[in-house]
């Protein structure tokens, strides 16, 4: 059954040439720096406040630091994707941290109540990792999150971490595309691949890795580390296998296939 939403709870992203041209008419370099790895915003000016833009349905909103419709300036960058990256869909009640940091593929969903932690992200404190920082943009991608991906009520997400020479850093949580993440389960894994299904009140341990097309059963724990193979069935606490998916599994329309139809039910 399709979850029951508050009319007008959700923002959906929207091209970014879009918004620029009707409603900030930003310089070229400012949109330049909105799509790379570590995107930013221009202050906001007296001319800026309260700016009107038109919302995917053609009615008027205000992007000002102080409406109810976002709840920082920051904020504006969630909204803010590559052309190719839009449909997403974020309640207004979810709690996203760190918008800089995260990457939504495109007509993803993430629920009210959820919480995205992607202020915890690797930083370049020191030499070493300043060099290895400018090697690979995506050290300031603390979350990745892939197309047709729902994350549901309360469900948190959080990359995971380790220590590396006694230092405590983090690394990118990788979710695939037309992955489901249940009701308050909590992700903490290093990567989650394409159609993989996690139930309710689960816990997905740090560094843990789930193949494709696996499912996680409601209430499973997921070791720390642990490597879930693909077409697997998980459940238990800790996770053990106890059963197999089908070849087919998370095909739409089929067992797993629901990813499409949940995002036509939001609106």
């Avoid at 310089?27 to 790895?37: C, G, I, L, V, Y």
């Avoid at 494709?212 to 642990?226: F, I, S, T, Y």
């Avoid at 070849?247 to 990813?259: D, K």
Wanted: glycine share 8%; charged share 20%.
């Amino acid at each position: 059954m399709p979850p029951k939403v508050a009319k007008g709870e959700y923002i959906e992203t929207v091209p970014a040439e879009m918004v620029l041209a009707q409603a900030f008419a930003w310089p070229a370099q400012a949109t330049a720096s909105m799509f790379s790895p570590t995107p930013t915003l221009p202050p906001p000016s007296s001319s800026l406040l309260g700016s009107p833009s038109l919302s995917p349905k053609g009615k008027p909103f205000s992007f000002s630091p102080t409406t109810t419709d976002l709840r920082t300036w920051e904020d504006l960058s969630i909204l803010l994707t590559p052309p190719k990256e839009t449909g997403n869909k974020i309640s207004r009640r979810s709690q996203i941290h760190g918008t800089h940091h995260i990457s939504l593929g495109g007509k993803s969903i993430i629920m009210a109540d959820a919480v995205v932690r992607g202020d915890l992200f690797r930083s370049s404190s020191s030499s070493s990792s300043q060099s290895q920082s400018s090697s690979s943009g995506n050290n300031n991608i603390a979350i990745n999150i892939g197309r047709y991906t729902f994350i549901s009520r309360s469900a948190i997400l959080r990359p995971p971490s380790r220590l590396t020479r006694g230092v405590h850093t983090y690394t990118t949580l990788h979710i695939g595309s037309h992955v489901f993440v249940g009701e308050r389960s909590v992700v903490e894994a290093a990567k989650v691949e394409d159609n993989v299904t996690i139930g309710k009140d689960c816990v997905i341990g740090s560094m843990a890795i789930l193949k494709e097309r696996c499912q996680v059963l409601d209430g499973c724990v997921v070791p720390a580390g642990m490597v879930v193979p693909s077409h697997c069935v998980v459940g238990g606490q800790p996770a053990r296998i106890v059963g197999d998916t089908a070849i087919a599994y998370g095909v739409e329309g089929l067992e797993g296939g629901l990813s499409r139809e949940r995002y036509r039910s939001i609106r």
